[in-house]
Nanobody, 123 residues
Framework: VQLQASGGGLVQAGGSLRLSCVVS????????MGWFRQAPGKEREFVAA????????YYGDSAKGRFTISRDKPKNTVSLQMNSLKPEDTAVYFCAADPTYGSKWYRAEINYWGQGTLVTVSS
C-alpha cells in the first residue's frame, strides 16, 4: 500500500485546513486508514481513523469535535477536515493504513505510512 499525503500549510488559529491522502497499491477494501501527527520532541499521536469498507470513524481525544475524517472510494482518498485549529495542533501529519483497526492504532503500530505533511498554526 502506498500513501501520498498533501494539504498541509500555515493557518491562523481558529482557521481550517483539509488534508488528503491518496491510497494505492494492493487491495485495501478491508483496511483501516487514518492520520497521526507528531510535534517536535513528542511521540507520534493518533488523530483519527476510518474503516474503508464501512466508513466507521474513530477519533483521538485531540480531534474530537473539531476534526472529521472521511473517505472517497472512487478517488481512493482519505481526508481529514480540521476546523478550529489551535497552535498546539502544529505538527507533521502522517497518513497511515493497516489491515485492521484496534488498540494498535493508539500505539502507532501501523503497517503502512505515508510521508508527512506539515501543519503550522500561528497564534
Amino acid at each position: 500500500v502506498q500513501l501520498q499525503a498533501s494539504g498541509g500549510g500555515l493557518v491562523q488559529a481558529g482557521g481550517s485546513l483539509r488534508l488528503s491522502c491518496v491510497v494505492s497499491g494492493r487491495t485495501f477494501s478491508n483496511y483501516a486508514m487514518g492520520w497521526f501527527r507528531q510535534a517536535p520532541g513528542k511521540e507520534r499521536e493518533f488523530v483519527a481513523a476510518i474503516r474503508w469498507s464501512s466508513s466507521l470513524a474513530y477519533y483521538g481525544d485531540s480531534a474530537k469535535g473539531r476534526f472529521t475524517i472521511s473517505r472517497d472510494k472512487p478517488k481512493n482518498t482519505v481526508s481529514l477536515q480540521m476546523n478550529s485549529l489551535k497552535p498546539e495542533d502544529t505538527a507533521v501529519y502522517f497518513c497511515a493504513a493497516d489491515p485492521t483497526y484496534g488498540s494498535k492504532w493508539y500505539r502507532a503500530e501501523i503497517n503502512y505510512w505515508g510521508q508527512g505533511t506539515l501543519v503550522t498554526v500561528s497564534s
